[in-house]
T-cell receptor, first 112, second 111 residues
Framework: SQTIHQWPATLVQPVGSPLSLECTVEGTSNPNLYWYRQAAGRGLQLLFY??????ISSEVPQNLSASRPQDRQFILSSKKLLLSDSGFYLC???????????FGSGTRLTVV | QQPVQSPQAVILREGEDAVINCSSS?????VHWYRQKHGEAPVFLMI?????EQKGHEKISASFNEKKQQSSLYLTASQLSYSGTYFC????????????FGGGTRLMVKP
């Protein structure tokens, strides 16, 4: 069966520090991968999506970047965090447009 | 532009029914529904594709009116476990399956 792993679960980082969140999927190949951010009490905002290795599309211009170095690995990064980067970051995968998303357990990021 | 969900919040007693609506200003290819418990990740409930189909999942079902660009989620004989925030996610095409989510509907089921 397919599983998705996301870590860390919680992170407190100072303003200006770098960020690296990792997401891996097991049990499937060539998944569509997504990074979403959710502010407290709000909906989910699509940040990046990827349909294959090295193929990244950005939905929101900001100081975040994403990379897909391997088929089932998706990384979210920042060189310098801002206070506004705080939120609940969710990685998700789907097989195709006929399937729903499976979300990772999320990373709660607080920038102080 | 994100789809609009209504109502924003609803409180039910166990056994009561509820309807959550999701409207888009764009033509839709698919509508997804998810439920999120507090502090957890959203969980997929169902997907409806272009074609106006209706789907069911236990006592939770949904419809998709392609012409009106609307979807509704029906919760019948609600249970305590139905409490959470419900999100619809919409996609205008089948390229990449990228979803734009609505603002969510908070559902609380009381004993």
């Amino acid at each position: 069966s397919q599983t998705i792993h996301q870590w860390p679960a919680t992170l407190v980082q100072p303003v200006g520090s770098p960020l690296s969140l990792e997401c891996t999927v097991e049990g499937t190949s060539n998944p569509n991968l997504y990074w979403y951010r959710q502010a407290a009490g709000r909906g989910l905002q699509l940040l990046f999506y990827s349909v294959g290795i090295g193929q990244i599309s950005s939905e929101v211009p900001q100081n975040l970047s994403a990379s897909r170095p391997q088929d089932r690995q998706f990384i979210l990064s920042s060189k310098k965090l801002l206070l506004s980067d705080s939120g609940f970051y969710l990685c998700a995968w789907s097989g195709s447009s006929f399937y729903g998303y499976t979300f990772g357990s999320g990373t709660r990021l607080t920038v102080v | 532009q994100q789809p609009v969900q209504s109502p924003q919040a609803v409180i039910l007693r166990e056994g009561e029914d509820a309807v959550i609506n999701c409207s888009s200003s764009k033509a839709l290819y698919s509508v997804h529904w998810y439920r999120q418990k507090h502090g957890e990740a959203p969980v997929f409930l169902m997907i409806l594709l272009k074609g106006g189909e209706q789907k069911g999942h236990e006592k939770i079902s949904a419809s998709f009116n392609e012409k009106k660009q609307q979807s509704s989620l029906y919760l019948t004989a609600s249970q305590l476990s139905y409490s959470g925030t419900y999100f619809c996610g919409t996609s205008p095409n089948n390229a990449g399956n990228m979803l734009t989510f609505g603002g969510g509907t908070r559902l609380m089921v009381k004993p």
